[in-house]
């Protein structure tokens, strides 16, 4: 499993327990640790299918420059970045066993 696709599942969960809220059917739902194993997995797939969304940047975050960036967004055009972005969203969905963690200093 995942930590992103377990963060995302439980912050969906989050806003569905204050949207059961507000409607007041709150008992309805049980806390995060305390649902249907079933359930669960159930929110952790669509907090897979939002993760894997993210991995084709839109073509704001391809554009995106600022006076204070390190990197050009033109960079993004030649893949380096691009990559680096795709590399980072399967590690986060733990699809990319074959990469190598980068590690600080080398």
């Given at each position: 499993?995942?930590?992103?696709?377990?963060?995302?599942?439980?912050?969906?969960?989050?806003?569905?327990?204050?949207?059961?809220?507000?409607?007041?059917?709150?008992?309805?739902?049980?806390?995060?640790?305390?649902?249907?194993?079933?359930?669960?997995?159930?929110?952790?797939?669509?907090?897979?299918?939002?993760?894997?969304?993210?991995?084709?940047?839109?073509?704001?975050?391809?554009?995106?420059e600022t006076p204070?960036?390190?990197?050009?967004p033109g960079c993004f055009t030649?893949?380096?970045?691009?990559?680096?972005?795709?590399?980072?969203?399967?590690?986060?969905?733990?699809?990319?066993?074959?990469?190598?963690?980068?590690?600080?200093?080398?």
């Open positions: 499993m995942s930590e992103m696709i377990e963060r995302v599942a439980k912050a969906k969960w989050a806003r569905r327990q204050e949207v059961a809220r507000a409607a007041g059917i709150q008992p309805l739902l049980a806390d995060w640790d305390d649902e249907l194993e079933g359930l669960r997995e159930e929110v952790r797939a669509e907090a897979r299918c939002a993760i894997e969304a993210m991995r084709e940047p839109t073509v704001a975050m391809l554009s995106y204070d960036a390190m990197v050009h030649c893949g380096g970045h691009l990559e680096g972005w795709r590399l980072m969203i399967d590690a986060a969905l733990d699809t990319a066993s074959q990469i190598t963690p980068h590690k600080a200093g080398s």
